[in-house]
């Protein structure tokens, strides 16, 4: 397995242990900071093995952090429906 699947695998499996442990925030500090490390390594990925396996791990990365693109495509279409300020 190459150097950036296994950094995928490591970050799956940190992400899993993360949201196993009690958060006061409901994890939105840590959901922050695995996205911050987690683009990078998609790239990486992207970078070696071509966009189609970066797209599984974009995938798997988003089955993972589910709440925050929920939060994310409600955003963007409710500015999608907005009319603009004149």
């Not at 790239?43 to 589910?66: D, E, K």
Request: aromatic share 12%.
């Amino acid at each position: 397995m190459s150097y950036s699947l296994t950094l995928a695998c490591l970050w799956a499996v940190a992400a899993n242990i993360i949201a196993m442990t009690p958060s006061k925030d409901y994890h939105w500090r840590n959901a922050y900071i695995l996205i911050a490390v987690g683009i990078p390594i998609v790239g990486y990925v992207v970078m070696q093995h071509g966009p189609w396996i970066g797209l599984l791990v974009l995938a798997a990365g988003c089955s993972v952090l589910r709440w925050p693109v929920i939060y994310l495509a409600r955003w963007m279409r409710r500015s999608a429906r907005q009319e603009p300020a004149e």
